[in-house]
């Protein structure tokens, strides 16, 4: 065995590196569909209320500031001149309007707007008080709303609020657009939260499930909603009835195993007393020894309790195994691992992950020309993870058959000849590494040969 000459590992397949999938989750499309209708209904309230409340609105004052020019141009047509400037003094201090001489030296800035609104409003006031009627929003430097006028010949500016002709288009509007579309997005993000609530709930029950956990994965059966509540309850049927499955699976194959063991015993004991041909004997031992591997086989397999985990030294593992497989004549491994690795398992069981997969190897995975199986174990860390590969360099298995190979009771005769096994093993072997926490996967190799891969927590 060398252990000395680096192996480069090839990339594991796509199953171990857990590579995200993209795209939106539910819940982030059930935000973006709700979030789109509420804002869309904010435009839609918006041009409403422009075209049935806003725009009425505005030409009305325009129609009623109008009307003031009007009664105010009137009052100081009819006025002395002391009479006229009580009228100036109380329009400014009791109606905030404020009556001005127009000077030829007055220097205005045309009332404009960027929409059709403010359009309207000028044409009114225009139509309302004769063409010659100027609307300013500057009059010399000082803002507002100005309309300028004649009283016989002389004219005057009117000073007023330009809030008169309608709603305020300033800062406000901008204020309670923000908040309105902040509250709508988080009212989103609350409706889809509580509508992917349960499915949440689901899919994680579903994955304790699949590890095995069938207590962990039971739902509220009360909920409000019927049709969540329904298939709650349907769920822990199905959770109930396939741990009652798998709890007489493994009875049965225990039981089995257990039944097997004292007949075993007995042909064995009788095999040695009663054959006296020694080479029948010693093939009858071979099968009977067989069988009694392939029944811890399936005593294995029936395991149900979860591994232990704590640090363990990769190095010291594999070596261990590498060392019960040293004196094989038909078998030849090559180790490449960093010092100092450690994951996180259980030492007795990736103790016999690593053992089946060598002895997969020596009885499946030997070269045509030599008869010895060549067996390449490297392993290499990648964030939080270690990535472990055991790679032989026989036939390899047909592609179609590879998704397979980890079926319990599958063996790949056609592929992989001198199938003796019960086809357990690698079935043993992915089951094991899920109990650590890991992800097993099976690929061929560029250059020939099954490899082996092991994805493990670092510790």
Do not use: C
């Given at each position: 065995m060398d252990a000395t000459n680096p192996i480069p590992l090839e990339t594991a397949p796509a199953p171990l590196e857990m590579r995200p999938r993209r795209g939106f989750s539910l819940f982030w499309r059930t935000f973006f569909f709700l979030a789109l209708l509420l804002?869309?209904?904010?435009v839609?309230?918006?041009?409403?209320?422009?075209?049935?409340?806003?725009?009425?609105?505005?030409?009305?004052?325009?129609?009623q500031l109008a009307s003031m020019v009007n009664l105010s141009r009137a009052a100081l047509r009819y006025s002395d001149s002391i009479a006229r400037v009580s009228l100036i003094k109380t329009l400014a201090d009791e109606?905030?309007?404020?009556?001005?001489?127009?000077?030829?030296?007055?220097?205005?800035?045309?009332?404009?707007s960027d929409d059709e609104l403010g359009e309207r409003i000028t044409q009114e006031l225009q139509a309302r008080l004769g063409n010659n009627t100027v609307v300013a929003s500057?009059?010399?430097?000082?803002?507002?709303?100005?309309?300028?006028?004649?009283?016989?010949?002389?004219?005057?500016?009117?000073?007023?609020d330009p809030s008169k002709i309608g709603p305020s288009r300033g800062s406000t509007w901008v204020i309670w657009l923000v908040t309105a579309a902040i509250l709508s997005l988080a009212g989103a993000a609350f409706i889809a939260r509580l509508i992917n609530r349960p499915l949440k709930q689901l899919s994680f029950a579903a994955s304790r499930m699949r590890d095995g956990d069938f207590d962990a994965s039971l739902l509220d059966e009360k909920v409000a909603t019927s049709e969540i509540r329904e298939v709650n309850i349907g769920f822990n049927r199905m959770a109930e009835q396939l741990s009652k499955i798998e709890q007489d699976r493994v009875i049965m194959l225990a039981g089995i195993s257990h039944d097997l063991r004292t007949p075993l015993a007995r042909l064995r004991l009788?095999?040695?007393?009663?054959?006296?041909?020694?080479?029948?004997?010693?093939?009858?031992?071979?099968?009977?020894?067989?069988?009694?591997?392939?029944i811890d086989?399936?005593?294995?397999?029936?395991?149900?309790?979860?591994?232990?985990?704590?640090?363990?030294?990769?190095?010291?593992?594999?070596?261990?195994?590498?060392?019960?497989?040293?004196?094989?004549?038909?078998?030849?491994?090559?180790?490449?691992?960093?010092?100092?690795?450690?994951?996180?398992?259980?030492?007795?069981?990736?103790?016999?992950?690593?053992?089946?997969?060598?002895?997969?190897?020596?009885?499946?995975?030997?070269?045509?020309?030599?008869?010895?199986?060549?067996?390449?174990i490297a392993a290499k860390a990648r964030d939080q993870w270690v990535l472990l590969r055991v790679r032989d360099h026989g036939m390899g298995v047909a592609p179609e058959t590879l998704p397979k190979?980890?079926?319990?009771?599958?063996?790949?005769?056609?592929?992989?000849?001198?199938?003796?096994?019960?086809?357990?093993?690698?079935?043993?072997?992915?089951?094991?590494?899920?109990?650590?926490?890991?992800?097993?996967?099976?690929?061929?190799?560029?250059?020939g040969g099954l490899a082996a891969h092991i994805k493990l927590r670092r510790s």
């Open positions: 804002l869309g209904s904010i839609a309230w918006l041009q409403t209320f422009r075209a049935l409340e806003s725009e009425p609105r505005a030409i009305q004052s325009a129609q109606e905030r309007v404020r009556i001005t001489p127009r000077e030829p030296k007055d220097k205005y800035e045309l009332f404009e500057t009059v010399n430097g000082q803002k507002g709303l100005w309309v300028g006028f004649a009283i016989d010949g002389d004219a005057y500016w009117l000073l007023t009788e095999t040695e007393m009663s054959v006296a041909d020694k080479d029948a004997r010693d093939h009858m031992a071979a099968d009977i020894t067989q069988l009694d591997a392939i086989k399936f005593l294995d397999y029936a395991r149900p309790e979860p591994a232990r985990l704590e640090s363990v030294s990769l190095n010291a593992v594999i070596d261990a195994a590498v060392y019960a497989v040293g004196d094989y004549e038909d078998m030849r491994v090559t180790v490449s691992v960093p010092e100092n690795m450690s994951v996180l398992a259980d030492e007795v069981e990736l103790s016999r992950v690593i053992s089946n997969l060598l002895e997969n190897a020596r009885r499946y995975g030997k070269t045509a020309e030599t008869g010895v199986a060549v067996v390449d190979l980890t079926r319990p009771f599958f063996r790949g005769d056609a592929a992989r000849t001198a199938a003796t096994g019960a086809g357990l093993g690698l079935a043993i072997v992915e089951k094991t590494v899920q109990r650590m926490g890991g992800v097993f996967g099976l690929t061929n190799t560029g250059s």
